[in-house]
């Protein structure tokens, strides 16, 4: 008699993990971490628990506002996903989601976390969160990666808003400080992305998309990580030059600064698969830190 429970059960388990795994949920987290420390660095000194308050549920918003944009990707792209290695598992790539439970699934999500952002943070942070899902969902997904090989770049816009919307969740505003983290992403992501590109340019080519490795080239391709790296490099020092970090996050962002650029500067030099992958792996590890010193450096500050 208990079979077809635990069957059921079992069957049910699945399908939540299924709907989990279209929110693309390490790049959501990445997000939200960024979100974070943008309602961190908005607030001067210790937060009061008001402010603890507003920011767990601007988090949760823009979670569910950027896993609906993410479960969308999945469903415009579910043809794209099952020609890559890459992405073949997604749920909606294998067929396991049909394209009416993704879209449902998206909608529901934007319009929670729509609301949630509208009634309990501010509406401000609802239309900037709407406008990023728009942006990445809609402009990117739909219109730029299958037409440009500078989608990327032109898309990576809407990656790089996590920290305005934090700073507007707390504040009600953007501010020059907001606009600086934004920078720092919005260079960051092209050598991040092309990184990966490099190692994955057979995938991309299979898929027909125009991704620069497959329109312009290896080498060009290589070229243009390193001369990104040396502009973001400049960007990481904004935040003590502005004023809104101290010699803690300067030491920091030199630190990985020219660790990026010697993995871009080694890749430029002579490329290999390998070293393409290191690069991409460093190129998270120089975001986090980054933004990590900068959380730290706020309250030392």
Not at 17 to 29: D, E, M, N
Not at 235 to 258: D, E, K, N
Not at 267 to 275: E, I
């Amino acid at each position: 008699m208990s079979t077809p429970i635990s069957v059921q059960q079992g069957s049910t388990a699945n399908v939540l993990r299924q709907f989990y795994a279209l929110t693309k949920p390490r790049v959501v987290q990445l997000i939200v971490f960024c979100a974070l420390i943008g309602m961190v660095l908005a607030v001067p000194g210790l937060p009061s628990w008001a402010d603890v308050q507003r920011a767990v549920l601007a988090c949760i918003g823009i979670w569910l506002v950027a896993g609906a944009a993410a479960a969308f990707n999945c469903l415009v792209e579910k043809g794209i996903d099952a020609k890559m290695k890459r992405t073949a598992w997604r749920p909606t790539a294998r067929g396991e989601l049909s394209d009416l439970q993704a879209l449902l699934f998206s909608a529901l999500l934007c319009a929670i976390g729509s609301a949630l952002l509208w009634f309990t943070v501010n509406p401000l942070t609802m239309w900037l969160t709407f406008a990023t899902f728009v942006g990445y969902a809609v402009i990117y997904t739909v219109i730029l990666k299958p037409l440009t090989p500078q989608n990327i770049v032109i898309g990576g816009a809407s990656g790089a808003m996590p920290p305005v919307l934090g700073w507007a969740a707390m504040t009600g505003d953007v501010g020059p400080e907001a606009l600086i983290l934004f920078l720092i992403i919005f260079l960051w992501t092209p050598p991040h992305f092309w990184a990966l590109a490099l190692y994955r340019v057979e995938d991309y080519r299979k898929a027909g998309l125009p991704m620069l490795p497959v329109t312009h080239g290896n080498e060009f391709t290589r070229l243009q990580v390193l001369l990104y790296t040396f502009i973001l490099f400049a960007a990481c020092l904004m935040p003590f030059i502005y004023g809104m970090s101290g010699w803690l996050y300067l030491a920091v962002a030199v630190a990985v600064s020219v660790g990026f650029t010697g993995y871009a500067f080694a890749l430029w030099r002579s490329y290999s698969d390998t070293l393409a992958r290191k690069t991409f792996r460093f190129s998270l590890i120089h975001l986090s830190v980054l933004f990590l010193a900068l959380l730290v450096d706020h309250y030392l500050h």
